[in-house]
């Protein structure tokens, strides 16, 4: 019974930073929303390091008219000018384009660090003997790739 437990929780953790961030990788790769140019036009200090930017969206296609105080990500310099899409409520906008993909796929490439090695440890528990050398590599490679991936997602979303 332990053991189910411990590989549900597992489980869960390797997928809810995934599924928590399918709303964010479908707005960075064009899925959903409104693509367009974001301009930061002020940021104000909440406090404990934190701060509210706002903006205008400008959308791509010329027809649309600009949307005024979108919230924009807080770690913006005011005037700062970048690739946005406007998420389908029309209040927030998020960074597109290449930065904002790498950085909208921070959070599952760490889920995915924690999945790899779940097949593994299944397989160490059920038979009687643990899987071969060969797929101990191949699991630390997938997840040394996983793992980088996180870190360029992270650096990116600061940069």
Not at 95 to 107: M, V
Not at 150 to 155: N, P, S
């Amino acid at each position: 019974m332990g053991v189910i437990v411990l590989f549900s929780m597992w489980l869960a953790l390797g997928l809810m930073p995934i599924l928590f961030s399918l709303g964010d990788m479908r707005l960075a790769f064009g899925l959903t929303g409104e693509p367009g140019t974001a301009v930061v036009q002020y940021c104000a200090d909440l406090g404990d390091d934190r701060y509210d930017c706002r903006g205008r969206f400008e959308p791509a296609d010329p027809r649309r008219a600009a949307t005024e105080d979108v919230h924009l990500p807080p770690d913006s310099d005011e005037g700062e000018m970048f690739p946005a899409q406007l998420r389908p409520d029309g209040e927030h906008a998020a960074p597109a384009g290449t930065q904002g993909r790498l950085a909208s796929l921070a959070l599952p490439a760490l889920g995915m660090v924690f999945l790899v090695p779940l097949p593994w440890g299944l397989a160490s528990l059920v038979t009687s003997r643990r899987p071969g050398r060969l797929s101990l590599y191949v699991m630390g490679v997938l997840a040394g790739a996983f793992a980088l991936l996180c870190v360029v997602g992270m650096v990116a979303s600061s940069a």
